[in-house]
């Protein structure tokens, strides 16, 4: 069954440097997300990619984040400068069309130190 | 905004109980909505859906029922099981207004035997 792909699973970083997190969504999926879940909090849409533009983003989405399809396989999520509160859980999602059933990747685990 | 509340957990059973975690939503228009299950280390999962009112989403035992009355989403299952521990997660898509899932803050299962 086809799934969604991340890495790193862990990342470990100082406060400051950026982070890239990658994503391979479901080859045949058009829609691409990010969420992310503070170690005990609700899960948080951050952004949403479509046609090699974003088509939504929340408020959490600042000038510090920004997300790229690079080629046809990749997607990903770059955290400019990262601060202590962006450690959370990452999480990639892709599904075949807007409105449709999202699947998620497994997470990467950012820890900003 | 459009929002999603669960019940608070954790919630602790015996195998073989009935379970019922409840799930209410705020939306405007009709959204579709989505119970997503996260086991231990691992990502979120689909666990069923409902796209309509008065829709039954069901898998692998678990029931919920897509309630306009009463804006509730409820999941059931009749008989738990051990390998049911889990974190699980209400969650709605706005239709034709968006893509982001919106989620509820999660209710943590445990089944012993």
């Known amino acids: 069954e086809p799934e969604v792909t991340q890495t790193p699973s862990h990342q470990v970083t100082q406060m400051g440097q950026e982070v890239i997190l990658r994503c391979v969504p479901i080859s045949n999926h058009l829609y691409f997300y990010w969420y992310r879940q503070i170690l005990g909090q609700k899960v948080e849409f951050l952004v949403s990619?479509?046609?090699?533009?974003?088509?939504?983003k929340s408020e959490i989405f600042d000038d510090q984040f920004s997300v790229e399809r690079p080629d046809g396989s990749n997607f990903t999520l770059k955290i400019r400068s990262t601060k202590l509160e962006d450690s959370a859980m990452y999480f990639c999602a892709s599904s075949e069309s807007d409105g449709e059933t999202q699947y998620f990747g497994p997470g990467t685990r950012l820890l900003v130190l | 905004g459009d929002s999603v509340t669960q019940m608070e957990g954790p919630v602790t059973l015996s195998e073989e109980a009935f379970l019922t975690i409840n799930c209410t939503y705020t939306a405007t228009g009709y959204p579709s909505l989505f119970w997503y299950v996260q086991y231990p280390g691992e990502g979120l999962q689909l666990l069923l859906k409902a796209t309509k009112a008065d829709d039954k989403g069901s898998n692998k035992g678990f029931e919920a029922t897509y309630r306009k009355e009463t804006t509730s989403f409820h999941l059931e299952k009749g008989s738990v099981q051990v390998s049911d521990s889990a974190v699980y997660f209400c969650a709605l898509i706005r239709n034709q207004a968006g893509t982001a899932l919106i989620f509820g803050k999660g209710t943590t299962l445990s089944v012993s035997s």
């Open positions: 990619f479509y046609n090699n533009e974003i088509s939504e």
